[in-house]
């Protein structure tokens, strides 16, 4: 199995960024307990959006996780407060450098 990393990028309505962050908790929370989730986490990133940045055992575990109960409970959590859908990107790793400092 390989990791497979994901950012997945929400863009709030005006005035919604902290509203949006603020759904969003019960959804991470219950993605947390999910098999092969090692890192699910949002950030403000500078462009007004929220980012959130994944990191997931193996491709076949994300597949389930994308299919899941969390992430249905996440999307109803924040209706009506993003524009659109959020844009998903998987990466998969290409390490270099030190282990601790060479990928997610």
Do not use: N
Not at 71 to 99: N, S
């Amino acid at each position: 199995m390989s990791a497979v990393i994901v950012t997945a990028v929400f863009h709030p309505k005006d005035g919604k960024k902290q509203e949006l962050a603020d759904a969003m908790r019960r959804g991470i929370e219950a993605v947390h307990t999910e098999s092969g989730c090692e890192l699910y986490s949002i950030h403000d990133a500078e462009d007004g959006t929220v980012t959130m940045i994944e990191k997931w055992s193996s491709a076949e575990e994300l597949d389930a996780h994308g299919e899941g109960e969390p992430v249905k409970t996440l999307l109803a959590d924040i209706d009506g407060l993003v524009e659109g859908a959020p844009t998903v990107t998987r990466m998969h790793p290409l390490p270099r450098g030190t282990q601790e400092q060479g990928s997610l």
